[in-house]
């Protein structure tokens, strides 16, 4: 029976995955530890590892695991941007589960919008303090209004139909634009700046990538409209987050929606609800009563849940079947050379 370790476990992930698990079997042990130089040697006498979105697989990780006999990673997440993919290239095989529910995370950037827009996280206190006052909680119609997404796969693609069922004129922009798509549902690709300039919110679906990584900076920030809506559901990276906060002191940015942040990984997912805060940049944007931080949870419904549970341990099992890994990831991956679309592995 193949032992599988899980790195990062929540009480939320062990009851999908158990659930899951009944028809594979694997011998399963759930740490509450993130995976790192230090949690690495946990791993020795099994045979892959599951790990998510902040647990660290650089290069000296990929080397203590590889060392050990880990032949999998299995990333029970989309992203992989946390994965050195050339150091665990040709060593150990990293799988992922592309798509989970992508409705899950374009609900909750509409949530936030929704929440922002008609200030519901104010709304809220208030009236448990009887205080039914009605100032400062002034909304915008959005029908009628212009809404920007950039990165239009599967995620901005729901979004878009979503913000086009609310009646605003929805501009898109992407690396490869899907034009029937477009057609179909009356969106318009533009160019990124026209998106910043005419755009009452602007809503983040690409991945973080070196090209990606801090789009949102002094210079875009300049080239949006004044008192513009921001929200990132994607990645903390793409956001210059001091930038940010400048902008915000400056009433550039209208409001901001973010369920990401840069320097997630100390915070997110823990309750820290006793401790001091550390991080001066997260302690600032709290202060700010347009921004509405949620700690990485537009992934989290029970259909995401039992979805990434059944994709991650099929995507385990192809592996110890010798079956394709349609699921696999490699850094030759986006490229016309990556073996995978022929012999079904990336190596
Ligand atoms: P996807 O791969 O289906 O779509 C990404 C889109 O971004 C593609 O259309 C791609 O062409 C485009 N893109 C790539 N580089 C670009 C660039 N430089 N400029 C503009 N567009 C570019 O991914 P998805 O499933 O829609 O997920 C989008 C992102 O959402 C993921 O990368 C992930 O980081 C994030 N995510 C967050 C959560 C969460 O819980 N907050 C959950 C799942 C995914």
């Known amino acids: 029976m193949k032992k599988i370790m899980f790195f990062d476990t929540k009480p939320y992930d062990r009851e999908f995955f158990n659930i899951a698990n009944e028809k594979h079997g694997y011998k399963i042990k759930y ?61 150990i095989h990293v799988v992922r589960v592309p798509a989970y529910s992508p409705y899950a995370v374009a609900e909750h950037a509409m949530a936030l919008i929704l929440s922002l827009n008609r200030k519901i996280h104010k709304a809220y206190n208030r009236t448990r303090d009887s205080n039914f006052a009605l100032g400062g909680l002034l909304g915008f119609d959005l ?41 179909e549902t009356g969106v318009e690709y533009t160019e990124l700046n026209e998106l910043y300039q005419q755009s009452a919110i602007i809503s983040l679906h690409c991945p973080l990538t070196p090209e990606t990584e801090h789009m949102v900076n002094a210079e875009s920030l300049a080239q949006m409209k004044d008192g513009v809506m921001l929200i990132n559901t994607s990645r903390g990276g793409l956001i210059q987050t001091q930038d940010l906060i400048d902008a915000l002191k400056r009433k550039k ?57 059944e994709t991650t341990l099929g995507n385990i099992n192809a592996y110890f079947d010798e079956k394709n890994l349609d699921n696999e990831i490699c850094y030759r991956c986006s490229t016309d050379s990556c073996p995978r679309k022929t012999t079904g592995r990336c190596f």
């Open 31 to 91: 740490i509450n530890n993130r995976l790192s130089e230090d949690t690495a040697p946990l791993a020795i006498g099994y045979d892959a590892v599951c790990a998510f979105v902040n647990d660290d697989i650089s290069s000296a990780v990929v080397d203590l695991l590889y060392e050990n006999g880990i032949q999998l990673i299995a990333l029970r997440s989309a992203g992989y941007n946390n994965v050195d993919l050339k150091a665990v290239y040709k060593k």
């Open 143 to 183: 029908h009628g209004k212009t809404a920007g997404i950039i990165g239009t796969g599967r995620i901005g693609q729901i979004l878009a139909g979503i913000l086009r069922g609310f009646g605003m004129r929805v501009l898109a922009f992407d690396r490869f634009p899907k034009k029937e798509w477009a057609a």
């Open 253 to 309: 940015i209208g409001s901001a929606g973010l369920d990401v942040y840069e320097e997630e990984d100390e915070y997110f997912f823990e309750d820290r609800s006793d401790e001091v805060m550390t991080d001066d940049v997260l302690a600032r944007l709290l202060t700010f009563p347009n921004v509405l931080v949620t700690a990485h949870q537009a992934f989290f419904t029970k259909e995401a849940l039992a979805n990434i549970a």
